[in-house]
């Protein structure tokens, strides 16, 4: 079975619920939007690694203020024991301090931590809405040597994230690719988030009459097990990123990271987020 993280939103109460409903094997990535800051997901993320849980925070590089606010996040990600981040641009309109996109925050974060610290970047089988496709290949490839996986935007079908890392492996771009995957939610929100995020094509792929299609929108709910079950045992496919909208409830205690089970919680408020 693929290994499994569930990306959660740091709003107010969640290490609360995190503790009650998500057992310590389970890794946790904490998501960074504009509105809650990077001080809020660093807050959180320390407490949780603290409390024993693996955490890897989202540094979205246009919401830090200077390079001393990355000195003392990567402090902090010391002390508490955080190992690996995620890396994005974020989706601020004027970056709040010198990094306008990711590349120049992975130079920095391997220069302030002698290349320690684990870093993964975005990647988008379906293209991004404001990116031309050729410019976000080549902007992996500089990000490569600097990076240690790629987790995709949010996608609804297997063939299309499976010929995304088949391209990365043609281009040289030979990072393991973690599949961003939505869990089980209600089919309107599912609707609303796609469409905010840009992944419209395989929404429409969900659409088409046919078995598959019928089994992953069956019922009031999307289930995300068809998609994964399509991505088992596929190469390139290093994991499964959840996007949880911190609807942790199903989350069975006795899941632990390596599992699909962790599939199980519904998914993640906060997907639609500028990588």
């Given at each position: 079975?693929?290994?499994?993280?569930?990306?959660?939103?740091?709003?107010?109460?969640?290490?609360?619920?995190?503790?009650?409903?998500?057992?310590?094997?389970?890794?946790?990535?904490?998501?960074?939007?504009?509105?809650?800051?990077?001080?809020?997901?660093?807050?959180?993320?320390?407490?949780?690694?603290?409390?024993?849980?693996?955490?890897?925070?989202?540094?979205?590089?246009?919401?830090?203020?200077?390079?001393?606010?990355?000195?003392?996040?990567?402090?902090?990600?010391?002390?508490?024991?955080?190992?690996?981040?995620?890396?994005?641009?974020?989706?601020?309109?004027?970056?709040?301090?010198?990094?306008?996109?990711?590349?120049?925050?992975?130079?920095?974060?391997?220069?302030?931590?002698?290349?320690?610290?684990?870093?993964?970047?975005?990647?988008?089988?379906?293209?991004?809405?404001?990116?031309?496709?050729?410019?976000?290949?080549?902007?992996?490839?500089?990000?490569?040597?600097?990076?240690?996986?790629?987790?995709?935007?949010?996608?609804?079908?297997?063939?299309?994230?499976?010929?995304?890392?088949?391209?990365?492996?043609?281009?040289?771009?030979?990072?393991?690719?973690?599949?961003?995957?939505?869990?089980?939610?209600?089919?309107?929100?599912?609707?609303?988030?796609?469409?905010?995020?840009?992944?419209?094509?395989?929404?429409?792929?969900?659409?088409?009459?046919?078995?598959?299609a019928r089994k992953l929108l069956s019922g009031d709910r999307y289930s995300p097990h068809p998609l994964v079950?399509g991505l088992e045992s596929q190469p390139g496919i290093a994991g499964i990123h959840l996007y949880s909208f911190?609807?942790?409830?199903?989350?069975?205690?006795?899941?632990?990271?390596?599992?699909?089970?962790?599939?199980?919680?519904?998914?993640?408020?906060?997907?639609?987020?500028?990588?």
């Amino acid at each position: 079975m693929l290994p499994t993280r569930i990306e959660i939103i740091p709003s107010t109460g969640i290490v609360d619920q995190v503790q009650a409903l998500v057992p310590l094997t389970t890794t946790l990535t904490m998501t960074c939007l504009p509105h809650h800051g990077i001080e809020r997901t660093m807050r959180t993320s320390v407490e949780l690694s603290t409390l024993g849980y693996t955490v890897i925070p989202h540094l979205a590089a246009r919401s830090i203020h200077d390079r001393a606010e990355l000195t003392r996040i990567m402090r902090e990600c010391d002390g508490a024991g955080i190992r690996e981040v995620f890396v994005i641009g974020g989706d601020r309109k004027q970056p709040a301090g010198p990094y306008e996109s990711a590349l120049p925050l992975l130079e920095d974060i391997a220069h302030y931590t002698g290349g320690r610290m684990r870093a993964g970047v975005a990647g988008y089988p379906e293209g991004h809405p404001t990116v031309a496709a050729l410019d976000l290949l080549d902007a992996l490839q500089d990000k490569q040597d600097l990076a240690t996986h790629v987790v995709t935007q949010m996608c609804f079908d297997a063939p299309k994230i499976l010929d995304f890392a088949a391209l990365l492996r043609r281009e040289g771009v030979d990072l393991p690719v973690w599949a961003g995957v939505a869990g089980s939610v209600p089919r309107t929100k599912l609707v609303a988030l796609a469409t905010q995020i840009g992944v419209g094509s395989s929404l429409k792929f969900l659409s088409r009459k046919g078995p598959l299609a019928r089994k992953l929108l069956s019922g009031d709910r999307y289930s995300p097990h068809p998609l994964v079950a399509g991505l088992e045992s596929q190469p390139g496919i290093a994991g499964i990123h959840l996007y949880s909208f911190n609807n942790l409830d199903a989350v069975p205690n006795e899941a632990a990271a390596s599992s699909t089970t962790a599939l199980q919680p519904a998914l993640i408020r906060g997907a639609a987020r500028e990588y």
